[in-house]
C-alpha cells in the first residue's frame, strides 16, 4: 500500500496544480449543475478562476514551507474570487492555511486538523450559511479526515482517501437538504467543485497525474435526482431577486464584522471575507448603488460586478421549458400530498396534478396537463373514485392518445406507476398498469363527515374509520387501534410489504409507533414508514 | 488449426469452464484506493462483496491494458494461426479499445478479430460458451464472427437489483438513471440494451425479482443456453436453476457468480438471467 507521510511546501503547489487542471476539465459539466436562484450562474468556471489566482500567487512566492505556500495559496484565491462559490473556496484556502500556519511540512494528522480550521473558516464567511451546499461538503469531509485520524491511520493518502470518499457522499446528499437541488434533480455545484479539487488532490498523491490525462472527474449523482422533470400543475407565486453584486474591496485596517453588519439590512447571501487590506462582498441586493457608494467610502473597489438576476431568473426558465423531457409515453398522477407527490415523482411520473378526495380537479386541470406533457401518448392515475369519470371525459377532448388506468387509492396508483415497463408500447403498459393496481390492498383511516348507519356500524360525524379497498369496516376512535383491527381481519400470509402514508395531520410519533407494532406483531414483513402529507386521512396504508 | 477464443473476467466464464472450452479470460482490474486486485484472480467474489460493505474507499474498475492482450495474443499465436476476441460492451468499458490497441501492437502472424458484444455478464458469456464449443468443432474464425455477430441480437440478459444504492454510487449507468432517488425500496428488472443499462421495470420484493426472472427465462422454452447469476446469494440461485430445470434442461443452464466490477453497481443480492435463443432455421 502506497504511504505518504509528509508534503512540503513544494509538493504543495504540485498538488494544487493538479487539483486545478483536474476541476478544469470538469468545471464545463459543473456550471451545467447551476440551479437558480443559487446564486452564481457558472460555479465551476468561478472556482476555477480562484484556483488559478491561487496557482498564480502560490508560484510566486519564495517561501518553500508549506505553510508559506498555504498563504499564498489563500492569498490568491481572495484576491481572484469570482462568485459566491469562488468566496467560499477562498475562505477553505483561509482556514487550511491557518491550519498550516508555521509548517515546514504536513502530514495526514495535520491536514485533517487544517480541513477541520477549514470548515469552521468557511462557516464564519457566511452571514447565512445554508447546509446542502459546499459549506456542509467541507464539513462532512473534514470530519470524515478526523475520524480517520482517531482510528490511528494518519497516513496522509488514508487521510485524503476518508475525506474524498465523505465527500462523495455529502455532495449526493445535498439535495436531500437543499429542495431547489431536489426539484432540478442535481447535486450543488460548488459541493462538486470541492469534491474534484480533493479529488484530484488525491490522485497527485496517489500518482496518477498520468492517467488523469486520459481521464474525467466524476459528476456525482444526486442521491434523490429527479428521473423526470415533472411538470406540477399549480402556479408559484414570485417576488424580485435583486442584483447579485460582488467586488475586491482593497485600502487598510478593514473589519469584516463592521462591514457584515452594515450591508446585512441590504440584501440576502451576505458575504464578508477577507483581511485588514484585501475583503471581498458578495451580496443579493435590489439597490447595488447603495453597496458600492458605501464601499468606495471604505477603500479602492475592484473587480466590480453587478449582474441582474430577474433576468437570469427568466433565462432560467425559459431553459427549463426547453429541458422538460420528450418521452415516449408520460404517465399524469393526481396526488395530493407533498410527501406522495414525492414518492410519485421519484418512481418517474411525468406530471402531478393537485388533487384527491373533496378536491377534485377539474377536467380542464387534468386536460391541462395532458396538453403540457411531450408525448402524445397518456396514461393517467386518478388515484381516486371520484376521478376517474371526470378523466375518462378526457378522451373526447384531445387528440393524444390517453388511456385511464382507473386506480381508486393512492397504493394502487403505485404500484400500477410501479409496473410501467420502460421496452413494452403504450397498450401493454395501460395492461401491465391495470392489472398491477390489484396486487394491492389498501387501508384508509380517516374521518366520518357526517353521521350514517352502514355495514351494521352506527358512525358519528368526525369518529375515526377505517376502509378496506373503499368499503368501510371498522368505527372507534383512536386510528392506531382501528389500523391494528384491520391489519388483523386481513390475511396477510402471503404478503410482503406495508407501506404506511401518514398524513399532513399526523404526528410522525405516532407514525413510527404504528411502525413499532406492526413489526412487533409481524416480524416477517417488511415495513416501510413515509411522511405523505396527504390531507384528510390519517393514513394510507398499502399491503401488497 | 483451433480457432482460440479470447474473453474478458466480465463474462463470468468459471475458471474450469475456461479450461475446459480452451477459452483464454482476461481480468479487468478491481481498485480499492490504491490497491488493485484482478477479478477473481487476486480477489475473490466474498473477499470483494466483504469489502464492499465494510469499506470506507469506494471501489473502481478499469480495463486490462493493451499489453495484458498483447501478451496473451503472443502466448495464444503459438498455438494458432486464428482468434477471436469477445469482450464486453464498449459502452461499459475500454477492455474492447484495449484489445483493439493490442491488436495494432501486435506483431505476430496470427489473425485476430475483435467483436464488441454489446453486452456484459452471461450476456456475452452465453455466446462465448457457445462460440467456443463450435471453434471445437472446427469452425473456422469468419464463421465464427458471422455466427456471434447474429448470436448478439438473440442474447437477453435480465439483471434483478437488490438495492439501488450501490447503482447511484457508481455513476456509470446509462439509462437506468431515472430509476435513481426512489423513495419507495424498489428493486429494479434492468436489461442491457443498445450496450447500455437500460430500465425494464421495478419491483418491490426478491421474490417478486425472482419470480419475474424465472417467467422471463421460461418464456423461451426453445433456447440454446440459459445462465442463473449471483452475486451473493448462490442458494437463491440454486433455487432458481432448479426453479428453470423444471421447463428447460438443467445441463443447459449455466450457473456463475457475477464479476464484481458488475458488483461495484449491483451490490450484494444481485441476481441475473441470460437466454441465448436458439438459432432460427
Redesign the interface.
Same mark, same amino acid.
Given at each position: 500500500m502506497k504511504q505518504v507521510e509528509t508534503i512540503n511546501g513544494r509538493e504543495l503547489k504540485e498538488m494544487l496544480a493538479t487539483a486545478t487542471s483536474w476541476l478544469e476539465k470538469s468545471a464545463s459539466d459543473i456550471d451545467a449543475l447551476n440551479v437558480f436562484p443559487v446564486p452564481d450562474g457558472d460555479t465551476g468556471t468561478n472556482m476555477l478562476l480562484t484556483m488559478r489566482s491561487s496557482v498564480d500567487e502560490a508560484n510566486q512566492t519564495a517561501d518553500s514551507s508549506a505553510g508559506g505556500v498555504a498563504q499564498a495559496i489563500a492569498r490568491g484565491a481572495l484576491l481572484g474570487a469570482r462568485g459566491n462559490s469562488g468566496v467560499i473556496l477562498s475562505q477553505i484556502w483561509r482556514g487550511l492555511a491557518e491550519g498550516l500556519q508555521d509548517k515546514t511540512s504536513f502530514n495526514g494528522a495535520d491536514f485533517a486538523l487544517a480541513m477541520h480550521q477549514a470548515s469552521v473558516t468557511a462557516y464564519k464567511g457566511i452571514s447565512n450559511p445554508v447546509e446542502g451546499t459546499i459549506l456542509t461538503v467541507v464539513k462532512d469531509a473534514a470530519s470524515a479526515g478526523q475520524a480517520q485520524v482517531a482510528k490511528g491511520d494518519a497516513n496522509l493518502i488514508s487521510v485524503l482517501e476518508a475525506i474524498v470518499s465523505a465527500a462523495n457522499e455529502s455532495v449526493a446528499n445535498t439535495p436531500t437538504l437543499l429542495p431547489v437541488l431536489k426539484d432540478a434533480g442535481v447535486v450543488d455545484a460548488g459541493g462538486q467543485g470541492l469534491y474534484t479539487i480533493l479529488e484530484g488532490a488525491l490522485r497527485y498523491l496517489r500518482g496518477e497525474a498520468e492517467q488523469m490525462q486520459f481521464r474525467k472527474p466524476l459528476i456525482i449523482a444526486s442521491s434523490l435526482p429527479q428521473p423526470t422533470r415533472v411538470l406540477r400543475i399549480s402556479p408559484k407565486e414570485e417576488k424580485p431577486f435583486g442584483y447579485c453584486t460582488e467586488f475586491l474591496l482593497k485600502g487598510s485596517g478593514f473589519n469584516q464584522d463592521k462591514i457584515k453588519t452594515k450591508l446585512k439590512k441590504d440584501g440576502e447571501s451576505l458575504i464578508v471575507v477577507g483581511d485588514d487590506n484585501a475583503t471581498r462582498v458578495h451580496i443579493h441586493t435590489e439597490d447595488p448603488g447603495k453597496i458600492i457608494r458605501y464601499a468606495t467610502s471604505l477603500g479602492t473597489v475592484h473587480q466590480v460586478s453587478i449582474r441582474n438576476m430577474d433576468e437570469q431568473h427568466q433565462d432560467y426558465l425559459e431553459m427549463q421549458k426547453d429541458r422538460t423531457p420528450e418521452v415516449d409515453i408520460a404517465t399524469i398522477a393526481v396526488v395530493a400530498g407533498e410527501g406522495l407527490a414525492d414518492v410519485f415523482t421519484s418512481l418517474g411520473t411525468t406530471a402531478i396534478v393537485s388533487g384527491g378526495q373533496t378536491m377534485n380537479p377539474s377536467t380542464k386541470e387534468l386536460l391541462q396537463a395532458v396538453k403540457s406533457v411531450k408525448s402524445d401518448k397518456v396514461i393517467l392515475l386518478p388515484n381516486n373514485k371520484n376521478i376517474i369519470l371526470t378523466a375518462q371525459q378526457l378522451q373526447s377532448l384531445t387528440d393524444k392518445k390517453v388511456e385511464i388506468v382507473p386506480t381508486e387509492t393512492i397504493p394502487q396508483g403505485v404500484a400500477a406507476l410501479l409496473a410501467f415497463d420502460y421496452e413494452a408500447d403504450f397498450q401493454t403498459n395501460a395492461k401491465l398498469m391495470q392489472e398491477a393496481k390489484s396486487s394491492v390492498r389498501t387501508i384508509e383511516i380517516t374521518r366520518a363527515v357526517r353521521g350514517a348507519h352502514l355495514n351494521g356500524l352506527n358512525i358519528k360525524k368526525k369518529q375515526t374509520i377505517g376502509l378496506l379497498d373503499g368499503e368501510l369496516l371498522v368505527a372507534g376512535k383512536d386510528p392506531l387501534d382501528i389500523l391494528t383491527k384491520m391489519l388483523a381481519r386481513l390475511d396477510l400470509a402471503n404478503t410482503e410489504i406495508i407501506t404506511i402514508y401518514y398524513g399532513a395531520d399526523t404526528d410522525p410519533a405516532e407514525a413510527e409507533e404504528v411502525n413499532a407494532n406492526i413489526r412487533e406483531q409481524y416480524p416477517r414483513l417488511q415495513v416501510e414508514v413515509i411522511q405523505g402529507g396527504q390531507p384528510y386521512y390519517n393514513y394510507i396504508v398499502s399491503i401488497e | 488449426m483451433t480457432v482460440k477464443i479470447i474473453t474478458d473476467s466480465l463474462s463470468d466464464i468459471t475458471s474450469d469452464l475456461a479450461k475446459e472450452l480452451g477459452v483464454t479470460v482476461v481480468p479487468l482490474t478491481v481498485l480499492f #484506493?490504491?490497491?488493485t486486485f484482478l477479478d477473481r484472480v487476486t480477489i475473490t467474489t466474498d473477499e470483494f462483496y466483504h469489502r464492499l460493505a465494510n469499506d470506507?474507499?469506494?471501489p473502481t474498475s478499469t480495463q486490462p491494458t493493451p499489453a495484458a492482450f498483447v501478451e496473451v495474443y503472443n502466448t495464444l499465436a503459438k498455438e494458432t494461426d486464428e482468434i477471436l476476441v469477445i469482450t464486453l460492451s464498449g459502452k461499459m468499458s475500454g477492455t474492447y479499445q484495449s484489445a483493439l490497441g493490442a491488436k495494432n501492437m501486435f506483431k505476430g502472424k496470427c489473425r485476430i478479430e475483435i467483436i464488441d458484444s454489446q453486452q456484459v455478464a452471461m450476456g456475452f458469456g452465453l455466446i462465448v460458451i457457445s462460440a467456443a464449443r463450435k471453434a471445437q468443432s472446427g469452425a473456422k474464425l469468419d464463421e465464427l464472427v458471422d455466427w456471434v455477430k447474429k448470436a448478439m441480437s438473440r442474447s437477453h440478459l435480465v439483471i434483478y437489483f437488490d438495492t439501488l444504492k450501490y447503482l447511484?454510487?457508481g #455513476?456509470r449507468?446509462g439509462?437506468a438513471?431515472?430509476?435513481?432517488?426512489?423513495?419507495?425500496?424498489?428493486k429494479p428488472i434492468l436489461?442491457v440494451?443498445d450496450g447500455e443499462i437500460?430500465?425494464?421495470?421495478?419491483?418491490?420484493?426478491l421474490?417478486?425479482g425472482l419470480d419475474y426472472l424465472y417467467n422471463f427465462a421460461k418464456g423461451y422454452p426453445d433456447a440454446e443456453l440459459m445462465a442463473v447469476e449471483y452475486a451473493t446469494t448462490p442458494d437463491e440461485a440454486d433455487r432458481l436453476v432448479n426453479r428453470l430445470a423444471s421447463v428447460f434442461p438443467r445441463e443447459r443452464i449455466f450457473k456463475s457468480a457475477i464479476s464484481p466490477v458488475v458488483g461495484v453497481h449491483g451490490g450484494p443480492g444481485a441476481m441475473a438471467v441470460t437466454v441465448l435463443e436458439a438459432e432460427k432455421k
Open positions: - | #484506493g490504491h490497491e470506507a474507499v469506494w447511484a454510487k #455513476g449507468i439509462k438513471q431515472g430509476l435513481l432517488g426512489a423513495m419507495l425500496s424498489v436489461t440494451k437500460a430500465p425494464l421495470t421495478r419491483l418491490r420484493s421474490s417478486a
